[in-house]
């Protein structure tokens, strides 16, 4: 799948309190986001509201983000790390889209493993993760998205809770974005894994390194999805000292 394409932001330009005259960020919003297909269908993953002005509860937002942003002089959320380059919305919702990525790892030394899915979307491994329903807690939808993508049930197991912060997803832009609860489960040895839902494949790789985590990836002709490296460097940060 192609990543849309954006403005390249500078890194002087990227602050919202630097002046950018000519910024010019590229509309990502798909047709079934667009105002026209709204009007006539909402999907049942998405808001209604066409823009952000079509957002009432704004106060209650910003208090329940897991990361803090602002709203400009529209009314209109700011991504909390700056301009992206991308205007619009490719996400569920106006602002910030809380997600849950479930970090499984098997073995301990050189013998452990992780476990990754073949995202269905863009077709890179990934942390079998997906976006906290309305209502639904973030201990919750870790269990729940792993169980739906791997048929791994870990509801009775202890997560180690890694970090709370936005990750560098290809949907993300200026007005909407997505934050990550990352939670670190531990197990003796491998499961049985089945790939289903949002996952065309799931598998075990090597996790001693994120060297040799892309190694692996690699020569099986994979990518691994850049936006969770952080995350899985965490992991490793955390395994490595415990």
Not at 35 to 53: I, N, Q
Not at 142 to 149: A, C, D, W
């Amino acid at each position: 799948m192609a990543f849309p394409k954006t403005e390249t932001v500078p890194d002087a330009l990227r602050a919202w309190s630097v002046n950018w005259s000519e910024y010019a960020p590229v509309d990502i919003t798909p047709p079934a986001l667009r105002p026209d297909s709204l009007a006539r269908e909402v999907p049942d993953w998405a808001e209604g509201a066409a823009s952000p002005t079509d957002v009432a509860n704004w106060r209650q937002r910003q208090d329940n983000a897991l990361v803090p942003y602002a709203l400009d002089e529209r009314g209109w959320p700011l991504h909390p790390h700056g301009r992206t380059g991308r205007t619009g919305r490719n996400l569920g919702r106006w602002a910030e889209n809380a997600a849950a990525d479930p970090i499984v790892v098997a073995g301990h030394g050189r013998h452990r493993h992780l476990l990754l899915i073949t995202r269905e979307d863009i077709e890179v491994e990934a942390i079998p993760g997906g976006m906290v329903d309305d209502g639904e807690t973030a201990p919750k939808a870790l269990v729940r998205e792993l169980q739906e993508e791997t048929g791994i049930d870990l509801a009775g197991h202890q997560p180690v809770i890694l970090s709370r912060e936005i990750v560098d997803d290809w949907r993300n832009s200026d007005h909407a974005w997505v934050a990550s609860t990352s939670a670190l489960y531990q197990l003796p040895e491998q499961v049985t894994a089945l790939a289903a839902d949002d996952a065309i494949d799931a598998n075990w790789w090597p996790f001693t390194s994120l060297t040799h985590l892309d190694a692996a990836i690699t020569a099986a002709g994979r990518t691994l999805y850049a936006a969770h490296r952080p995350l899985l460097r965490r992991a490793l940060d955390h395994l490595d000292q415990h």
